[in-house]
C-alpha cells in the first residue's frame, strides 16, 4: 500500500494542483475526500493533521504536510528528481515569483472570483475580477516570450498557476482576451500524466 495519502475535495483548486503534480510524477497515493460542506475538515480528527482545517492534506509515512504550496514543494524536491522544482538560484527564484501570483492575484482575483459565483461566497465580485484579470494580464506578457513560467520548462510554478486560470471563466472572468495564457493551458494539458479536475 502506498505510504501517500491525500485529503482533497472536488471542487479545491488547491487540492487539484496536487492530484496534477502526483499524477504527473507517476506516484500512487490514497484519496480520501473531505466534505467541506459537511464540516468534515472542522473536525477534531482532521484538525489533528491540519489546524487551519484546510485541504489539501499529505500524508507521506510520518510527515504530514498542509498548504498547497508546501505540498508541492515535498513533492518536487521528495520524488521530482529535481525536474520540477530547480535547484540553481535563478531558477528557483523564477519558481517562487509565480508561487507569489499564484498565491496573489490568482487566488484572490480568479480563485475569489469563482467562490462568489459558485458558492455564494460573499466577497467583491467586481474586485477579484479585476485583480484576476491584473495576475492574467502579467501571465500574457510573460508568455508573449515564454512558453513555461520559469526556468523554460514545466515547473511546480506551471502545477500552482493552471487550475485557477482554468478554471477563471466560472468565476466570469473570459480567456477570450488572453491568447497566450490560453495556448499556455493547452501545453500543460498536453504534459504527461495530465488529469481533469472533473468539475
Known amino acids: 500500500m502506498s505510504p ?15 492530484r496534477l503534480l502526483l499524477a504527473m510524477l507517476g506516484l500512487d497515493y490514497e484519496l480520501i475526500n473531505v466534505d467541506l460542506r459537511a464540516g468534515e475538515n472542522l473536525t477534531a480528527e482532521f484538525l489533528r493533521l491540519n489546524p487551519r482545517g484546510q485541504v489539501p492534506v499529505l500524508v507521506d509515512g510520518d510527515t504530514v504536510i498542509w498548504d498547497s504550496l508546501a505540498i508541492l514543494v515535498y513533492l518536487a524536491r521528495r520524488y521530482g528528481d529535481g525536474e520540477w522544482l530547480p535547484t540553481d538560484i535563478p531558477g528557483e527564484t523564477q519558481v517562487m515569483q509565480w508561487l507569489a501570483v499564484s498565491e496573489n492575484e490568482l487566488l484572490y482575483g480568479l480563485a475569489r472570483a469563482r467562490a462568489v459565483v459558485l458558492l455564494k ?15 492574467l494580464a502579467v501571465m500574457e506578457a510573460h508568455f508573449a516570450e515564454n512558453a513555461w513560467l520559469a526556468a523554460g520548462k514545466p515547473t511546480v510554478a506551471d502545477i500552482a ?29 498536453a504534459l504527461p500524466g495530465w488529469v481533469t479536475m472533473e468539475v
Open 4 to 18: 501517500l495519502k491525500l485529503y482533497s475535495a472536488p471542487l479545491s483548486g488547491n487540492a487539484y494542483k496536487i
Open 121 to 135: 461566497r460573499p466577497f467583491n465580485l467586481e474586485q477579484c475580477q479585476a485583480e484576476g484579470k491584473a495576475g
Open 161 to 189: 498557476c493552471y487550475p485557477y486560470v482554468m478554471l477563471a471563466p466560472m468565476g466570469e472572468i473570459s480567456l477570450e482576451p488572453y491568447p497566450n495564457v490560453r495556448q499556455w493551458l493547452t501545453r500543460v494539458e
